[in-house]
């Protein structure tokens, strides 16, 4: 029996459907899901959602948030959250250059400035991993024509 | 008897009008379809976060969970936040909530205080004698949630202080284009049975009423995270539905008063023209009279 899975960001439903096994990047650690999973309250860590199906695989990156497991669904409400095969690999590349040349600049810790430019360099290094390491395997599997790696 | 060039400066200024209420019109046309395209991203968010704030509540125990959740034995103060729109001529929208709010609370056994947002709401609570302890206007066009979220935060933080002992939030539901209801919902202490019976169901069902949550990291930390921060989200979905609502009942109100001044001013058209042929029949009158006098002579 599958359980159903649906990620939702703060301005959109990312995903949708039935899992065989969810891996969710929890602060205390990976932990990987199953159907009849007793209830569980999590806050989520920086990383990377599989949502694993009938031997397919979808990757979603996710930037911080809280899951909520019943035995039969669990949400995912991700602060930030997108599905591996729409990262934008140039644009993640430049977020990434732009704060960590900002940072390098050595600017004053603990402003608002210097805390969103370090979210933002978590933010696109984690895009980058992500892609580097999901792209195409789990769109191949399910079948899908693999995705264009930009340059 | 109107005279025709009264008449045709009235018929003149029924055009203007028209012109301006048909120029609104297509202006919330075009607010109303980004306000609920905005509307209906967040709402898949809200609704979970919601979703998972009732599960939270519905557990046994929950008294001793987080204080947002304490229900207090005796209410002695009530804090309402009214959402309203910072602008008129929008039909009776405005005046539906204000109305709306003043049947529910006026007669309240305890003593309500409110917190407004929109200029309008909170100029007629403030006609009405109401005690208002904070306002917001001017909110931007599209807000995000942190634009509001100084909203929730204090209406939690009135509730922990224990200046109120209960929150509610009204607002205007969102239904569609022509249908927009007042709504009160109960935002502290958290309602469990607040027509949640989806969800109370599928507790029954799944893992009886007894199961409690795994907590990752701890109780603590993630319910003081997450139960203020999805409290105050919900002030900002009432935002967004009050926001198209808004946009949707101008839309409306400036279609009918275009309509209307079409109308009016055709009716005005006819009693131009009648006046215009009156007067040029009575002035061939004249000249047939003056010229029946001459030939008598």
């Not at chain 1, 995912?76 to 934008?88: H, M, P, S, Y």
């Not at chain 1, 360099?121 to 789990?138: M, V």
Request: hydrophobic content about 40%; glycine content about 6%.
């Amino acid at each position: 029996m599958p359980i159903r899975c649906e990620i939702v960001s703060q301005d959109r439903m990312i995903f949708e459907g039935e899992a065989d096994t969810v891996v969710l990047p929890g602060t205390e650690g990976e932990m990987g899901i199953l159907p009849n999973h007793a209830p569980l309250l999590s806050a989520l860590d920086y990383g990377v959602i599989l949502v694993r199906y009938q031997g397919t695989e979808e990757a979603f990156t996710v930037a911080g948030g809280v899951v909520e497991v019943q035995p039969d669904i669990i949400t995912v409400l991700a602060d930030r959250a997108e599905n591996v095969g729409e990262i934008d690999i140039s644009r993640a590349e430049a977020a990434r250059e732009r704060a960590e040349k900002y940072l390098a600049e050595g600017p004053p810790p603990d402003s608002d400035a210097y805390l969103r430019m370090e979210a933002a360099l978590r933010r696109s290094r984690l895009r980058l991993d992500a892609a580097r390491r999901y792209r195409g395997r789990g769109a191949r599997r399910a079948g899908l024509p693999p995705v264009l790696e930009d340059k | 008897m109107a005279n025709a060039r009264e008449v045709l400066l009235r018929i003149r200024s029924v055009k203007n009008i028209a012109q301006v209420t048909r120029a609104l019109q297509a202006v919330s046309a075009s607010k109303v379809q980004k306000a609920m395209q905005a509307m209906y991203r967040t709402r898949p968010y809200a609704t979970k976060a919601w979703q998972v704030l009732t599960h939270i509540a519905a557990q046994p125990g929950r008294t001793n969970l987080h204080p947002l959740l304490i229900e207090r034995d005796q209410i002695e103060n009530t804090l309402v936040v009214l959402i309203s729109g910072d602008r008129g001529l929008a039909g009776a929208y405005n005046a539906n909530i204000v109305r709306f709010v003043l049947n529910n609370f006026a007669d309240y056994e305890v003593p309500v205080r409110y917190i407004t947002v929109g200029r309008r709401g909170r100029d007629m609570m403030i006609r009405r004698g109401q005690d208002i302890i904070a306002e917001f206007s001017d909110l931007p066009a599209a807000p995000e949630f942190a634009d509001v979220s100084s909203i929730g935060r204090l209406a939690v933080d009135e509730f922990l202080s224990g200046n109120v002992d209960e929150v509610h939030l009204v607002y205007t539901d969102f239904v569609n284009m022509v249908r927009q209801d007042p709504v009160v919902k109960k935002l502290l202490p958290l309602e469990v049975d607040s027509g949640e019976g989806r969800v109370a169901a599928f507790d029954e069902a799944h893992h009886g009423p007894e199961a409690t949550y795994i907590y990752e990291p701890g109780q603590e930390q993630i319910l003081d995270e997450i139960v203020p921060r999805f409290t105050a989200l919900q002030v900002y979905q009432a935002v967004m539905e009050s926001l198209a609502s808004e946009h949707a009942a101008r839309m409306v109100a400036m279609k009918n008063a275009t309509e209307n001044a079409t109308e009016l001013g055709a009716a005005l058209q006819l009693d131009y023209n009648k006046a215009r042929q009156q007067s040029i029949t009575s002035e061939m009158l004249d000249i047939a009279g003056g010229a029946e006098a001459l030939a008598q002579r």
